[in-house]
Structure formats: C-alpha cells, structure tokens
C-alpha cells in the first residue's frame, strides 16, 4: 500500500488547481504556473482546499504511479508558492564564478574558462566569494527537476576530486577523501 499516495496534498492560499479531461493537472500560483501530463489510469480530485490522487487497482504499476504523481503535483505546489533553491561552490587555488551577460563563467583549473547558459526557467546567479571563502552558484526556480538538473549539469563540469577535494561541489555535500601517495621507508 503506497503511504504517499493516500496523503492530501494541501492547497495553500493563492494557488488554483485544475485537472482537465485528458488528466493534465495545472497548478499555478503566486511565482508562475506549472504542468504535467498524469496517466489516464489515476484519478485527481481537487476539493475545496485539498488535493487527493487515487488508484484503480493494487497492481504494482497501479501503486508506484499512485505515490509517485502524488509526489509530483506536491512539488508543483512548493514550486508556486517558496520555489527552490540549490547552492554550489567552487573550490580550488583559483577558482571563480561570475555571471557575464546572463552566461555562467568558470574558471575551475583548465586552461580555458568555461561557459553555462542556462534555461530561461531558472534564475542562475553567482557570488564571487570573499577572502578566505569559496565562490558559489545559487540555482533559483518553481520546477524542482529542473533545477536540480542545472544544479547536476553544473557540477558534472568539474566534480570534486577525492585527493584535495577541489572542482563544484554542493554547499554542505561531504566529499570522501583518499590518502594521497606516502614515500616508502628504505
């Protein structure tokens, strides 16, 4: 029995719910509107102030469907009304970030800058850093996938090294470390 998918999803003041017929469920609010296409076999019930998705049958389909488009339209929720936030900083002996014309520009240990554009649906920013602090990239926006994505696309240009822990990492993210080479005693 999936617990998520028996949970109501709460609408908050401000925000309007509609599902049409063909199971497209809309939700906008105070920051901008969302959408997304929900399979035929789950039903959608928008109540006075609630939101509740329910399943035809127990099939193994049926109960990973039901949790997930719950989850789903529980994030678009959030997404109108706070939105969503993830941090990076760059660490390493010269590493920077800075915005250039709505381009996010890096400078992690290559012997080239290099370049991210970004979606129009996120909001990329960076924060140069002062001394003794790393520069960060904060990922703004109301569709939860896609800033994550950014955040992920962002990171993967140079992730962080295990040796001396330098590249993009996620603000507060725990980096394993390994023992470097050590001389062998003669």
Same mark, same amino acid.
């Given at each position: 029995?999936?617990?998520?998918?028996?949970?109501?999803?709460? *609408?908050?003041?401000?925000?309007?719910?509609?599902?049409?017929?063909?199971?497209?469920?809309?939700?906008?609010?105070?920051?901008?509107?969302?959408?997304?296409?929900?399979?035929?076999? *789950?039903?959608?019930?928008?109540?006075? @102030?609630?939101?509740?998705?329910?399943?035809?049958?127990?099939?193994?389909?049926?109960?990973?469907?039901?949790?997930?488009?719950?989850?789903?339209?529980?994030?678009?929720?959030?997404?109108?009304?706070?939105?969503?936030?993830?941090?990076?900083?760059?660490?390493?002996?010269?590493?920077?970030?800075?915005?250039?014309?709505?381009?996010?520009?890096?400078?992690?240990?290559?012997?080239?800058?290099?370049?991210?554009?970004?979606?129009?649906?996120?909001?990329?920013?960076? @924060?140069?850093?002062?001394?003794?602090?790393?520069?960060?990239?904060?990922?703004?926006? *109301? @569709?939860?996938?896609? !800033?994550?994505? !950014?955040?992920?696309?962002?990171?993967?240009?140079?992730?962080?090294?295990?040796?001396?822990?330098?590249?993009?990492?996620?603000?507060?993210?725990?980096?394993?470390?390994?023992?470097?080479?050590?001389?062998?005693?003669?």
């Amino acid at each position: 029995m999936s617990r998520i998918g028996l949970l109501p999803i709460a *609408i908050d003041k401000g925000v309007q719910i509609s599902v049409t017929s063909g199971n497209e469920v809309r939700v906008k609010g105070p920051k901008g509107e969302l959408c997304t296409q929900v399979n035929l076999d *789950i039903t959608v019930r928008v109540e006075a @102030d609630t939101v509740t998705v329910h399943r035809p049958s127990n099939l193994k389909r049926h109960r990973s469907q039901h949790g997930l488009y719950r989850a789903l339209i529980q994030n678009m929720v959030i997404g109108v009304t706070r939105g969503y936030k993830k941090e990076l900083e760059v660490i390493g002996v010269g590493a920077r970030a800075a915005m250039k014309q709505g381009v996010l520009e890096l400078a992690v240990g290559f012997s080239h800058p290099v370049y991210f554009v970004a979606p129009s649906e996120v909001n990329v920013t960076a @924060d140069p850093g002062r001394r003794g602090q790393a520069p960060r990239v904060t990922i703004e926006g *109301i @569709d939860k996938q896609l !800033v994550g994505q !950014v955040a992920a696309k962002i990171r993967g240009l140079r992730p962080p090294e295990p040796y001396k822990g330098k590249g993009i990492r996620y603000v507060g993210e725990d980096v394993r470390r390994k023992a470097g080479k050590t001389a062998a005693a003669r």
